[in-house]
């Protein structure tokens, strides 16, 4: 699956890019070149050699701080997947199985969840049960579940109705046994695509909030927060929002070309492009066999 | 003549008893549409208005605080809590505040004692304005970007649209909006960079107002609108009655309009609905950049104050609003392609 990704170059640009990010969100406290919280005299000064992105208005060095900043968009972003994951999957298998009841409440509360607008939602809770990232991406996680309870509902309900998962109830396999032996296989290909597509909303809501002040301690640097200082003071430094936007984009634009790599390489799609692939390189006499490079826990 | 014009009768009349059967089979779908949404809405507003109530007993916030502070004794809490009619069951409250929002009666703000439905209704004409000229530059953008590009596929037009629908989808509304702000009002000094005036003081002074924040919440939306439409008329292209209408010579205008755009649009239209809350949601923070004292901020000012029943007050009215949307998206779906209603 991994290698197949790489195959592609949108998928090799999007592991990439994912990489680097997570690498920063690793080792930025390592990297940076200043102590993202210390500030000097010269405030707002202009990008050098010192300061590669400039200080902003208490003489703080941007880029330390964009690198330290990293980490809370990486953990928030995963913790909203992890928790769609848990909250959409396992119920959406299961509505298929646990008969009607489960399924109309499961059906109306999802209903009910897609409706929710989630950043009002993750602002009033974060706001009303203490003020922190943890509780804010709970409740997002859980409002973007809807996504992962329609996926699996419809990959499993395609297996559920095939002939060979028939065959193995009509053997008496339980029903246990046929989600671990045939469902989960099926499902997981567009759960990944899925997972994909959520981190990339998942940055956009860490840095939405942190934006407007919520989940963080004021001198914590996020990606978020500069932004919002360097709104403060544009008519100073015109160009000071680009490296903090840049790197929300890139994110963003690399998850969502994670998962269409994804898509394209795993089920039906996936089959196709193989076979034709194979056809081409067969065609020019040549093996086509990309080396799978050391990947981050994002190539999944 | 006598028999012919009798003919003649005969036949408008049936004309119009088929005329007014048919019209009375759309009203009919049309009515059905509408039962099926509302009782596909009445669980979602319950659900989610319990839910709405239900945070503030987990949050554990009391009026108390916000009135005297940290160091208060717990006589005065109980007092002021008594007074709120806090001390009641939970279900009970829950009652008595679901009937009072079926009313339109949101409740007093624990802050000032002003009443919340009309702070919230001050605030929404703003917001509704922001909202509204953002789905039409949504709806406009993505239809023009999504047909050009379906239209003339596999060109450089298309790849150029396809890219461009792709930086801005993954551009966040406020990212647009910063940068707008820095180009078009401190950079140019187009439009003021912030504040609000009512239409009533004139349209381009309003205009000008609404014009930058709607531009900034409606790029996610023109981008989805346009990939969707893409997708679904490049789909239609290669139905069967396209070729079949190419066959018998029709022109290319009429097969767009008549067999191709009808069929294309539902996945678009589909798509719509479920922008619209996070047209809600992304306003909380476009409002902030703007400066608009509008139904996003005071959402998230009511939060941060911990201002539990005007919290709530905006959560209801939101679900509101996306339900009588979603109504309204449904209605058109179920007008323009009907065979969408399975899947209701």
Redesign the interface.
């Known amino acids: 699956m991994v290698r197949r990704i790489l195959g592609l170059n949108a998928g090799r640009i999007a592991v990439g890019v994912l990489s680097v990010i997570i690498l920063l969100a690793a080792l930025g406290p390592v990297l940076a070149p200043h102590d993202p919280l210390e500030t000097s005299p010269q405030t707002l000064a202009g990008p050098s050699w010192s300061h590669w992105l400039g200080t902003d208005y208490l003489g703080r060095d941007v880029f330390s701080r964009l690198l330290d900043g990293s980490r809370t968009s990486v953990l928030g972003a995963l913790q909203v997947v992890l928790i769609a994951l848990v909250v959409g999957v396992i119920p959406g298998i299961l509505s298929v199985y646990l008969g009607r009841l489960f399924e109309w409440c499961t059906l109306r509360i999802t209903d009910t969840l897609v409706a929710l607008p989630f950043l009002v939602y993750a602002v009033a809770v974060t706001a009303l049960l203490g003020n922190g990232i943890p509780q804010a991406m709970f409740v997002v996680g859980v409002l973007v579940s809807p996504l992962f309870y329609r996926v699996s509902r419809a990959a499993t309900l395609a297996v559920a109705r095939s002939q060979y998962v028939e065959a193995a109830l009509i053997a008496g396999a339980s029903v246990g046994l046929v989600v671990r032996r045939h469902v989960w296989g099926k499902v997981l290909p567009p759960i990944t695509v899925a997972l994909a597509y959520t981190i990339g909303t998942g940055f956009v809501v860490v840095s939405s909030l942190t934006f407007l002040g919520i989940g963080v301690q004021p001198p914590a640097p996020t990606w978020g927060g500069l932004l919002a200082s360097a709104l403060g003071y544009l008519a100073y430094q015109p160009w000071a929002p680009i490296a903090p936007a840049v790197m929300i984009m890139a994110t963003v634009w690399g998850s969502n070309l994670l998962a269409d790599a994804i898509r394209d390489v795993s089920g039906e799609a996936g089959r196709a492009l193989l076979n034709s692939r194979r056809a081409r390189a067969h065609r020019a006499g040549t093996v086509d066999n990309p080396e799978p490079l050391s990947v981050g826990g994002a190539a999944r | 003549m006598a028999v012919s014009t009798a003919g003649y009768a005969v036949v408008s009349d049936r004309r119009g008893q088929v005329a007014v059967a048919r019209a009375r089979r759309a009203a009919g779908r049309g009515l059905v549409t509408l039962a099926r949404s509302v009782l ?2 009445v ?2 507003f319950l ?2 208005t319990f ?1 709405t109530f239900a ?2 007993a ?2 554990g ?1 009391s009026p108390a605080q916000i009135q005297l502070g940290e160091s208060a004794t717990p006589e005065a809490v109980a007092r002021i809590e008594q007074e709120w009619g806090l001390d009641r069951p939970f279900l009970a409250q829950y009652w008595t505040w679901f009937e009072n929002i079926l009313h339109g009666d949101l409740g007093a703000s624990w802050a000032n004692g002003a009443d919340i439905a009309t702070l919230i209704g001050n605030g929404l004409s703003i917001s509704l304005s922001v909202a509204t000229a953002a789905l039409i530059i949504g709806i406009v953008g993505g239809f023009a970007l999504g047909a050009l590009a379906a239209l003339r596929r596999t060109t450089w037009i298309d790849r150029a649209i396809t890219g461009f629908t ?2 801005i ?4 509304p ?2 647009v909006g ?2 707008l ?2 180009i078009f009002a ?2 140019l000094g187009w439009f003021p960079s912030a504040g609000y005036v009512p239409a009533s003081a004139g349209a381009w002074p309003w205009l000008s107002h609404v014009l930058l924040p709607a531009l900034a919440l409606s790029f996610d939306t023109v981008a989805d609108v346009a990939r969707q439409l893409r997708a679904g008329l490049i789909a239609a292209y290669q139905e069967n009655y396209v070729i079949g209408a190419v066959v018998r010579g029709l022109s290319p205008r009429r097969i767009f309009f008549r067999h191709v755009l009808r069929n294309g649009t539902g996945p678009a239209l589909a798509v719509l609905g ?1 922008k619209f ?2 047209l ?3 306003s ?2 476009t409002e ?2 703007f400066g608009l004292q509008g139904f ?1 901020r005071f ?2 000012d009511a ?2 104050a ?1 201002d ?1 029943p005007a ?1 709530q007050g ?2 209801v009215i ?2 509101v609003l ?2 009588t949307f ?1 109504l309204i998206v449904n209605i058109i779906l179920a007008r323009v392609t009907p065979a969408s209603q399975r899947g209701l």
């Open positions: 596909i809405f669980p979602v659900v989610a839910a945070l503030r987990i949050s916030l792709t930086i989808s993954v551009t966040p406020f990212v910063i940068v702000v820095s401190v950079g479920l809350p996070m809600i949601g992304s909380v923070v902030w950049i996003g959402a998230n939060a941060q911990g539990v919290v905006v959560l939101s679900i996306v339900v979603n």
